[in-house]
Nanobody
């Protein structure tokens, strides 16, 4: 079992930055796929970014150039650095993981979200609100 706890959300003005963290605890793992997903009220769930133990990263088109996903193996912590935030980035952000890699070979759009949403472990989320 793996427990995931997100932190770092908050309210920021458009153009600002936030860094989300996801601390993993429980069973140790050397192989993994970890991802950030988000969901706004009344909206479909979206995949934001993913990373596996090979260091391979993938991003949704809306996040490329603005978001950076990383993982600190020593701290068992996943991060999402978000820059140039927009009001449409407002959502609950969730950390998800599997203790095996690689990540799903599915696009980070509505065609592939079901594959990413099937990751086994989930946190409770952290709210991000971007004001205009």
């Amino acid at each position: 079992q793996v427990q995931l706890v997100e932190s770092g959300g908050g309210t920021v003005q458009a153009g600002g930055s936030l860094r989300l963290s996801c601390a993993a605890s429980g069973d140790t793992y050397s192989s993994y796929c970890m991802a950030w997903l988000r969901q706004a009220p009344g909206q479909e769930r979206e995949v934001v970014a993913g990373i596996d133990d090979d260091g391979d990263t993938t991003y949704a088109d809306y996040g490329k150039g603005r978001f950076t996903i990383s993982h600190d193996n020593a701290k068992n912590t996943l991060y999402l650095q978000m820059n140039s935030l927009k009001p449409e980035d407002s959502a609950m952000y969730y950390c998800a993981a599997d203790t095996w890699g690689p990540c799903p070979r599915a696009p980070l759009n509505d065609l592939g979200v079901a594959s990413w949403a099937a990751l086994h472990y989930w946190g409770r989320g952290t709210q991000v609100t971007v004001s205009s």
